[in-house]
């Protein structure tokens, strides 16, 4: 289930929320019982290694100078 980040914005507090895709936009209470709250822009990171850069210098376009 996915988790969303919001910030009240009466007392500044940010917290996070887990909740199904269809409800991502339903207003969220601040878990110190305000309700003025806004749903904020979250961030993924994703771990792993990048491929290996193509070799430059032969074959293919704009590898081999094709493209003139």
Excluded: W
Aim: net charge negative; hydrophobic share 25%.
């Amino acid at each position: 289930m996915p988790r969303y980040d919001f910030r009240c914005r009466e007392c500044g507090d940010t917290f996070e929320l887990s909740r199904p895709m269809a409800e991502s936009d339903a207003p969220a209470d601040c878990p110190q019982g305000h309700d003025d709250t806004v749903r904020l822009l979250s961030t993924v990171a994703v771990g792993g290694r990048a491929a290996a850069p193509a070799p430059s210098g032969g074959g293919g376009c704009c590898g081999g100078g094709c493209c003139g």
